[in-house]
C-alpha cells in the first residue's frame, strides 16, 4: 500500500490581534493589556491515510478542518511537525474555490486549473465537461464577482473534481448547492474516489460521511479527537442520530452507491 | 479498499493512480523564484489577465499606456523644462528627460504595484497553493509589457531629433531595463509582505516612489549633481541603481540624438559608468537574494493574515 497522506505531529500557530492600530496598541500597553495572543488551530496532530482511501475529517466549527486541509494542500505550512502527500492535488477549501472577482467563469476556469497543475491543453479538452457540471449558463462570460454563492460553489466544484488528480479534498462543497446539483456531486465524488483518488471529506452531514467514506477524522480544537472507523466516528461527534437505518447497516461506504433524496435531505 | 478486490477493472484503476515510485513530498512551495519560472503557464495567465484587467471598463484602453507617460512627459516638459527653465542651454531636454521618465516609471511602477499585488490576490492566495513569489513577480512584467509603447514614442521622438543608435548604447537599454527589474521586483517582494502585515506599508511605498522620481537624473543632468555636490554625496547619489538605470538610458536614447555624442556623454554622464552599472547590478541581485530570504521567511503567515 502506498502511503497519500502523512501528517505528523503537525501543529499551526494562529496569532490572534486584538488591535489593530497604533494608537490602540500603545493604549493597551500602558494598560498592561494583552496585544495578542497565539492558539493552535492545528495541534500537534498525526494520522496517516493511504491511496484511495476516503476519510471523513468532522468537528465543530472552529475545530480546525479548514486549516488542516489547508496544511495537506500546500496552501499553508505546518509551524512544527511535518504533512507530506504524493502525487496531484485538487479540491475545495473552506466552501468555495480559489476564484479572482474580476475574472470571468471561463479565465478563473482556466487560472484555476492552471494552478492546480493542469496544461492549458489539459485543460482546453475538459473544458466543455467543467461547463456541463457546472450548469451556469451565459454567466460563463461574466466576472465571478457578480455570481450567487450556488454559481461560485458550482464553478469550483467542477473545475477540481475534472482536475486528473490523486488527493481530492472536498470542504463543505454540498453546503449551497441546491438538491438536483448536490445529487450531481454525491454521484461525481463517489467516481472519483472508486476512481482510486484519495478523498477526504468535510461534512456536518453524517448521512453523506456514512456513505462516502469507511474512515473518520475527528478533530476537537485542532486536535486529532478520534481516527477509526467510519460509524464510530460519527457517533463520537454525536451526529449518529441523523443516521438512517441503512447507514447503520452498512459497514463501508462502498457498499452503496446510489444517493436517495432521502440521505441528501439530511445534508442541510 | 480498491486494492484487495483484485478484478481487472479496479485493477486498472489502482495503475493509474500508482504511486508508488512518486516520493511523498511536501504541498507546499518553497523554491522561490525558481519555482515562479517553472511554473510558467500560470505566471502567464496571471500576467495576461493583468495586462487586460489594467485598463478594464474603459473606452480607450490601451491607449491609456501611450497616453498615461505622454501627458506626464507634457507636464514635465512643460513646467520643468519651460517654467522653472531646466530645458535653457541644455540640448534636447525633452528626449533626456523622457529616457530617464521611462525607466523611472516602469521602477515605481513594479514596486507600487507589487507592494499591493499580494493583498489584491487575497482570493487566490487564501486557497490555492501558488508560489506566491508569483505575484509580485506577475506585476513586474505587467509593467514591462507597458514599457514597449513608450519605447516606441522615445525613439519616434529621438529619430525626430536625429537619433543615431549605437551598439553599446542598445546594450545600456538593455542593462538598464534588467537593473529596474531586480530591483524592482526584490522592493515589491520585501514590500508585498510588509503591506499583507500593516497595510500602511502601501502608503510608505507610495512616499519613497515620490523621493526616486527626484533622486535620479531625470527631470535635471546628471552633471548638476556632480558641478554642485561634493564628491563623495555624488558617490552616494551613484550608489543607486534607479539613478544608474536613468543614466544608461539617457545614455542610449538622449547621447544619440546630441550634436556631438562623445563631448555630450563626457559633460552630461558620470565617469566610469560602466564600473558604476556593475557595481550597481551586483547590489541589485545581492538585494533581491535578500528580499527572497526575507519573503520566504514571513510568507507562511500571509494566507492567515489577508
Known amino acids: ?217 475527528v478533530l476537537e480544537k485542532g486536535k486529532l479527537g478520534f481516527d477509526g472507523p467510519a460509524l464510530d466516528g460519527i457517533r463520537y461527534v454525536k451526529y449518529d442520530d441523523e443516521l438512517s437505518p441503512e447507514d447503520r447497516g452498512s459497514s463501508s461506504a462502498a457498499a452503496s452507491m446510489s444517493v436517495t433524496d432521502s440521505e441528501l435531505g439530511a445534508e442541510i | 479498499m480498491t486494492e484487495t478486490t483484485g478484478s481487472t477493472g479496479t485493477q486498472a484503476l489502482v495503475d493509474r493512480h500508482r504511486l508508488a515510485d512518486v516520493p511523498l513530498a511536501s504541498p507546499s512551495a518553497h523554491q522561490g523564484l525558481l519555482e515562479v519560472f517553472r511554473r510558467r503557464y500560470v505566471l502567464r495567465l496571471l500576467v495576461k489577465r493583468e495586462v487586460q484587467g489594467r485598463y478594464e471598463g474603459s473606452f480607450l484602453g490601451f491607449l491609456w499606456s501611450y497616453i498615461n507617460p505622454l501627458s506626464q512627459f507634457f507636464i514635465y516638459w512643460f513646467f520643468m523644462g519651460k517654467i522653472l527653465g531646466a530645458s535653457h542651454g541644455f540640448e534636447n531636454y525633452p528626449v533626456h528627460m523622457f529616457a530617464g521618465l521611462i525607466i523611472v516609471h516602469f521602477f515605481t511602477e513594479t514596486f507600487g504595484a507589487g507592494t499591493r499585488s499580494l493583498v489584491g490576490n487575497k482570493g487566490l492566495i487564501a486557497k490555492m497553493s501558488v508560489p506566491r513569489e508569483m505575484f509580485p513577480v506577475a506585476t513586474m512584467l505587467v509593467s514591462l509589457w507597458h514599457v514597449a509603447p513608450q519605447i516606441l514614442i522615445l525613439i519616434g521622438v529621438g529619430i525626430m531629433e536625429g537619433w543615431q543608435p549605437d551598439m553599446v548604447g542598445m546594450m545600456c537599454a538593455v542593462v538598464a531595463v534588467l537593473i529596474a527589474m531586480i530591483l524592482g521586483t526584490a522592493l515589491a517582494l520585501l514590500f508585498s509582505t510588509a503591506n499583507v502585515f500593516f497595510r500602511d506599508f502601501g502608503s510608505f511605498v507610495g512616499i519613497i516612489n515620490n523621493y526616486v522620481r527626484f533622486a535620479v537624473p531625470m527631470l535635471y543632468p546628471f552633471s548638476l549633481v556632480r558641478d554642485n555636490l561634493p564628491t563623495w554625496v555624488t558617490h552616494l547619489y551613484l550608489c543607486d541603481p534607479v539613478a544608474i538605470a536613468c543614466l544608461l538610458f539617457q545614455r542610449a536614447f538622449w547621447v544619440g540624438t546630441t550634436a556631438d555624442p562623445t563631448r555630450s556623454a563626457a559633460e552630461t554622464l558620470p565617469d566610469h559608468l560602466g564600473l558604476w552599472t556593475l557595481g550597481n547590478l551586483i547590489a541589485a541581485v545581492l538585494i533581491l537574494v535578500v528580499a527572497q530570504r526575507v519573503f520566504q521567511k514571513f510568507e507562511n503567515k500571509v494566507p492567515e493574515r489577508l
Do not use: W
Open chain 1, 1 to 217: 500500500m502506498v502511503t497519500s497522506i502523512k501528517v505528523e505531529n503537525a501543529t499551526k500557530v494562529f496569532t490572534k490581534r486584538y488591535h489593530k492600530t497604533f494608537k490602540q496598541m500603545t493604549v493597551a500597553k500602558l494598560r498592561g493589556n494583552k496585544i495578542s495572543d497565539t492558539f493552535n488551530a492545528v495541534d500537534d496532530v498525526t494520522f496517516e491515510i493511504q491511496q484511495g482511501e476516503s476519510v471523513g475529517l468532522m468537528g465543530l466549527n472552529g475545530s480546525g478542518k479548514s486549516t488542516l486541509l489547508k496544511l495537506i494542500n500546500g496552501t499553508m505550512r505546518p509551524d512544527m511537525g511535518s504533512v507530506l502527500t504524493r502525487g496531484r492535488i485538487a479540491g475545495l477549501i473552506a466552501t468555495g474555490a480559489g476564484f479572482h472577482p474580476q475574472l470571468t467563469g471561463r479565465e478563473n476556469v482556466y487560472l484555476n486549473a492552471a494552478i492546480l497543475g493542469m496544461t492549458e491543453r489539459e485543460t482546453a479538452r475538459k473544458f466543455d465537461e467543467i461547463v456541463d457540471f457546472a450548469d451556469i449558463g451565459d454567466f460563463l462570460d461574466t466576472p465571478v464577482g457578480t455570481y450567487s454563492s450556488g454559481m461560485y460553489s458550482r464553478l469550483g466544484f467542477a473545475v477540481a473534481v475534472h482536475v486528473d488528480s490523486d488527493i481530492f479534498l472536498a470542504d463543505e462543497v454540498l453546503a449551497v448547492g441546491d438538491k438536483p446539483f448536490k445529487k450531481k456531486c454525491m454521484q461525481k465524488m463517489q467516481e472519483v474516489r472508486d476512481s482510486g483518488v484519495t478523498l477526504v471529506y468535510v461534512s456536518h452531514a453524517a448521512g453523506s460521511v456514512a456513505k462516502m467514506c469507511e474512515r473518520v477524522i
